[in-house]
């Protein structure tokens, strides 16, 4: 017999990456054990991706295809190795831990280089993957990325249908936590926290945190808790100006009128 | 004919709906790359557009140089096989392209019509343009869109990859590029007009890629077209406009040595469509294909439009005179003239 050994607190914890709190010397990005990228990793990432899963132990895992095939996974010593399908785009984890009279749930979606499937990541968000589901909506286009300070909505479903008027938290690595209801159509809408306590110039310079999004349901007499886990990243506009670009544009707007004068003058051909 | 029945008035209205659908069109297409049309389009509908309806095929360009190409060339893999999505992306283009050439430009592209609208404003509000382009200027620019299509579409991406160059520069062109920063505005997006001071290299382009933005828009009230003489999209469509069903087809006259009339509506300075005398085809490297010329020679049957060999529109005397009149009533209906009549007419009345 199994017992549910894992709180709410651990289950957090569950499937996330080994940089979670987005120290400068894990070595690790993109929630995957790799060496540190020179670039954006989104691109050159075409190796496996290795996922931390603590507290799992009897956890059925499933990788989703963007085919919508699935397939069984295994945890090894607290990880999760994910292996190239053959096929481009998002890929979703789904880990389900059925305790009898409640679930837990933890979804986790991952952007895999490969052949381009032909489909779209509208089909593997709209696939019910399991009971209770916390859906992104929609999933940062593909090679874009979750940002801090800027929205971010998703969807709960249950059984497929809309979960309407369901408490829904953001907890991030950084330390905050928002709590929002979803509405009648289960969508909720949170701006993400602009909470990075370091920021360095660049992108490439500023490693990424992890989020979760979690929400308690019951239904049926049973429990249901699902996380969607994801990272997020520093804004850039920390170090890009707005105000800037604009003073430049308008320079650049008083070169080009003087520009159009100057051809006029030279031409000699003009016309009113 | 009216001065809102004509080829002109026809473009514009291909243009508006073409500007609409390529920036708003993730709402019919989808959001998600998946589900855009081609992923090669050849016009500058940007992806860095989160609503667009394609992406332009400059974007895979420069990306399979920096981490297909020349990634390959670094681990000493098969470089064949890193040219592939290359092959596949080009052909995705020429699949497009071929079907109407170089009107990509004069009648889709987001950012043509943009530059057209400044210059029609530049008109109603009276500004004193620039008729035409000197000889010497129009020579000294065409080679720029080769330049740019050479090194920031191909050369700098690729020196990326094969890092002898900064990794910023993967997107060489799209950082200078102004449908990027006009689409994003479009869609009230303004993450992507900055100054950013992360690095030398990133200053560098972002600076020069926010002072070309405002250079242009001012160039463009005075200047039929100033970014298209230079966009390395033109070059493109240039090296493969033999390919494309839809040219622009002369058939010369002695009377064409003294017009000259189709040069001077040519909105790309073109003047070989006038002094060329023996080529049929006169789709030339800058002609965008937006018939103007046609419109305006006076004789028929000199030039004409053709897709796959079939006239679609061809010169003649008749609608030549009356293009020709309801472009001078165009011509005078300005802000100014519109203000110089309305505080003559009390002075006139008192009188």
């Given amino acids: 017999m199994r017992y549910r050994t894992f709180t709410p607190a651990l289950l957090a914890l569950l499937l996330s990456s080994a940089c979670l709190a987005a120290p400068e010397s894990s070595g690790f990005d993109a929630g995957a054990r790799q060496p540190k990228p020179s670039g954006h990793a989104a691109h050159q990432a075409r190796g496996a991706k290795t996922l931390m899963l603590e507290n799992a132990e009897g956890a059925s895992i499933r990788l989703w295809k963007p085919d919508l095939t699935s397939a069984p996974l295994a945890a090894e010593h607290g990880h999760i190795t994910l292996r190239p399908t053959g096929l481009g785009n998002y890929h979703a984890i789904v880990v389900e831990q059925d305790w009898g009279t409640a679930k837990d749930v933890l979804i986790r979606y991952e952007y895999m280089n490969g052949k381009p499937s032909g489909r779209s990541p509208a089909e593997l968000t709209a696939a019910v993957k399991t009971e209770f589901e916390i859906v992104p909506d929609p999933l940062p286009r593909e090679h874009a990325r979750y940002i801090a300070g800027r929205p971010a909505a998703f969807l709960v479903r249950h059984r497929g249908h809309p979960a309407g008027g369901v408490p829904v938290t953001l907890t991030t690595a950084n330390g905050t936590t928002l709590q929002a209801t979803t509405d009648a159509r289960g969508r909720v809408r949170f701006e993400l926290p602009d909470d990075f306590a370091e920021v360095k110039p660049g992108r490439p310079n500023n490693r990424p945190?992890?989020?979760?999004?979690?929400?308690?349901?019951?239904?049926?007499?049973?429990?249901?808790?699902?996380?969607?886990s994801a990272q997020y990243h520093v804004n850039p506009r920390h170090w890009q100006s707005f105000g800037g670009g604009v003073?430049?544009?308008?320079?650049?707007?008083?070169?080009?009128?003087?520009t159009g004068r100057r051809l006029l003058k030279g031409n000699g051909k003009a016309e009113k | 004919m009216s001065a809102t029945v004509n080829v002109s008035v026809a473009r514009k209205l291909v243009q508006l709906a073409a500007f609409v659908f390529l920036v708003y069109g993730s709402v019919v297409v989808g959001f998600y790359t998946a589900d855009k049309i081609s992923g090669a389009f050849p016009a500058l509908s940007c992806a860095y557009d989160f609503q667009n309806a394609d992406y332009c095929v400059l974007i895979p360009f420069q990306h399979q140089m920096a981490h297909r190409v020349g990634h390959a060339v670094v681990e000493g893999s098969s470089l064949l096989m890193s040219l592939v999505p290359v092959i596949t992306t080009l052909g995705t283009f020429?699949?497009?392209?071929?079907?109407?050439?170089?009107?990509?430009?004069?009648?889709?592209?987001?950012?043509?019509?943009?530059?057209e609208m400044l210059h029609m404003l530049g008109q109603k509000l009276g500004l004193q343009r620039v008729e035409s382009l000197s000889t010497r200027t129009v020579d000294r620019l065409r080679p720029v869109k080769w330049a740019a299509l050479a090194i920031l579409v191909f050369g700098l991406p690729l020196l990326s990859?094969?890092?002898?160059v900064s990794h910023d520069l993967v997107g060489a062109y799209c950082n200078l590029c102004?449908?990027?920063?006009?689409t994003t505005l479009a869609v009230g997006d303004t993450t992507q007009l900055y100054y950013d001071g992360a690095n030398p290299v990133l200053m560098v382009w972002s600076v020069t890629a926010d002072f070309l933005f405002g250079f242009i828009i001012a160039l463009s009230l005075t200047v039929r077209l100033p970014f298209c003489r230079v966009c390395p999209m033109l070059a493109l469509h240039a090296a493969f406009r033999k390919l494309g069903l839809l040219r622009l087809v002369k058939a010369a006259t002695p009377r064409c040595e003294k017009c000259g009339i189709c040069a001077k509506a040519?909105?790309?300075?073109?003047?070989?469509?006038?002094?060329?005398?023996?080529?049929?085809?006169?789709?030339?490297a800058d002609c965008t294909l937006c018939g103007r010329c046609v419109e305006f020679?006076?004789?028929?049957g000199v030039l004409s439009l053709k897709y796959a060999g079939f006239p679609v529109f061809t010169s003649s005397?008749?609608?030549f005179k009356r293009r020709r009149k309801a472009q001078k009533e165009w011509e005078q209906s300005t802000l100014r003239a519109w203000w110089r009549k309305r505080r003559a007419a009390p002075a006139a009345k008192e009188a």
């Fill in chain 2, 317 to 319: 005397a008749e609608y």
């Fill in chain 2, 178 to 182: 102004p449908s990027r920063i006009l």
């Fill in chain 1, 209 to 228: 945190a992890e989020m979760q999004v979690r929400s308690d349901f019951q239904a049926e007499g049973r429990a249901y808790t699902t996380i969607l």
């Fill in chain 2, 297 to 300: 020679c006076p004789d028929q």
């Fill in chain 1, 247 to 258: 003073f430049i544009a308008l320079l650049g707007m008083v070169a080009g009128g003087l």
């Fill in chain 2, 94 to 115: 020429l699949l497009l392209f071929v079907l109407l050439n170089k009107a990509f430009c004069g009648w889709i592209c987001p950012l043509g019509f943009f530059q």
């Fill in chain 2, 161 to 164: 990859g094969l890092g002898f």
């Fill in chain 2, 266 to 284: 040519c909105p790309m300075d073109i003047r070989e469509i006038h002094t060329e005398m023996r080529k049929k085809d006169v789709t030339f």
